[in-house]
């Protein structure tokens, strides 16, 4: 069983930067492929970036080159770096994985994962 915790969010002006990080914890023999999900109110749930279990990268296009997606696996916490911010960036942001041993394709809304953690709100006024 994994338990992912966020941290890191709150409240920035437009043009403004945040990190969030993702604690992990609890034993697994497999190696977790790891995403940043976000959920606005009244829109539907997107994957707003993503680390493969062979270390690749992915962003929504809504994201890209603004939004880093890292591990310390050392310390075994997952991050979310985000500039730029702008007020379509406001949402409740949840850090998933899903064990390498479950064969699942990448989604725009984070379907693929098993495990979640309970979120951090990010909030960008213009």
């Known amino acids: 069983q994994v338990h992912l915790m966020e941290s890191g969010g709150g409240s920035v002006q437009a043009g403004g930067s945040l990190r969030l990080s993702c604690v992990v914890s609890g034993y697994s023999y497999y190696r977790y492929c790891m995403g940043w999900i976000r959920q606005a109110p009244g829109k539907e749930r997107e994957a707003v970036a993503g680390l493969d279990c062979d270390g690749r990268t992915r962003y929504a296009d809504s994201v890209k080159g603004r939004f880093t997606i890292s591990k310390d696996n050392a310390k075994n916490i997952l991050y979310l770096q985000m500039s730029s911010l702008k007020a379509d960036d406001t949402a409740m942001y949840y850090c998933?994985?899903?064990?390498?041993?479950?064969?699942?394709?990448?989604?725009?809304?984070?379907?693929?994962?098993?495990?979640w953690g309970q979120g951090t709100q990010v909030t960008v006024s213009s």
């Open positions: 998933a994985a899903k064990p390498e041993n479950i064969v699942a394709a990448p989604t725009a809304t984070g379907e693929e994962y098993n495990y």
